[in-house]
């Protein structure tokens, strides 16, 4: 599978040897409103093969998908045979070993393609939730696992959040206790907003190992697992969530109640969870950013279009400023909100190799920084082109109701706008901590 991604890497470096350097502009057939200036030639492969496995998947498909809660499996399926979910894991393991900016921008045209938020979250936790097992997991455990994740046999959740604690993920109270001489962990507690549960064969769980009470700082005692989600076993139990968008993936409750899971499960060491999926976290804020990016670009070719075409008063609507105006500055938010996008991935995969030159605090600022600005501008630009639309933006056919309605998601999670605010006005500002 990293054959095929390979292939078109290299073929696209071959060709833009090539090609005139205005390449970037002339790829499509419509020149695209996102400026292609800057991205690498594997960055742009990879844009444009994704989008060409999206075009197989209309606005239809995904409005279908979302009005029958229906799973996008065909979708999911699609990009695994092609093997773009181990787009950022190891070649050893049957991955690309391509970095977060690729993958960002494998996110970007998911969401840019029409499939929305949905179609990023049927594939999203496959590519980052596994970078933690990818890194500190055994050799067997990553043997075992990576493959069948990749080609898509199993597909995967991440279950953090819980409902008690909300973002105060340090106090997060579902316990995993290791049963005295044997080699299993009894998990009790609850994860709530579990995305794709349902279908997910595997969930990285992030449960505590000590008691709050009984550790130092609340940052020890935490540990990560990649475990089966086994429902004939006893102690598991599913419940979805109704929901506002992304209605395509599921949302779910889950319980746990002594369900039993391997010792052989635990990645890397024992109260070191946390730790252990900070390493994700600045990686998942990136691809929400790519994914919020796409959704908006999405939401603003739709309103240039209907802008151009829709004609009252005798003109096309796109000639009143007050249409225009705020369709130029969603464009500029979006540009502008790229920028530290695409900045912040780099930054993240030079963290990787950099030998620690880069300070923690002006990697997580970075990150944070770009998903918060990206699901901004998203938001601007999937109002504004509700409105553009008129009457017809609230009409499912025009897609823009389905943008809007998911645009909340990247606001949201993984971690809020007032999360992001708190960080910066403390490592940045250096402010006083408000929590
Ligand atoms: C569609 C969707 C999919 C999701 N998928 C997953 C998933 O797959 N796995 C997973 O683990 N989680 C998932 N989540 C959960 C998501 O990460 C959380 O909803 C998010 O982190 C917010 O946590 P909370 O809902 O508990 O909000 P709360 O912690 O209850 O916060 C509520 C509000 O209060 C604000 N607030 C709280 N404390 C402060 C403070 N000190 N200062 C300022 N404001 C504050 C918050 O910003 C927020 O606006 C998903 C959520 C959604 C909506």
Redesign the pocket.
Known sequence: MFRHISRQVSRSKHVANTRPPWRAFSSTTRRPLMDLTGFTDEQLTVRDAVANICANFPNTYWQECDQNEKDPKEFHAALAKDGWLGIALPEEFGGAGLGIPEATMMMQAITQSGAGMAGAQAIH?NVYATQPLAKFGTEQQKEETIPEIINGTWRT?????EPNT??ETLKLKTLATRKPNTDVYSVTGQ?I???CAQVASKMILLARTTPLEEVKKPTEGLSLFCIDLDRDHPGLDLRKIK?MG?RAVD?NEVFFDNYEIPASTLIGQENEGFRIILHGMNAERCLLAGEALGLGYAALERAAEYAQERVVFGRAIGQNQGIAHPLADAYMKLEAAKLATYHAARMFDSSRTSDNTIPVHTLGVACNSAKYLAAEAAFTACERAVLSHGGMGYAMEYDVERYLRECF?PR????????IL?YVSEKVLQLPR??
């Open positions: 936790a959740c991440f279950g953090v959040t909300g973002l994860k907003w579990i995305t929901k992304g949302a998601v949201i999670a993984p971690v809020s706008r007032e999360m708190n408000s929590y």
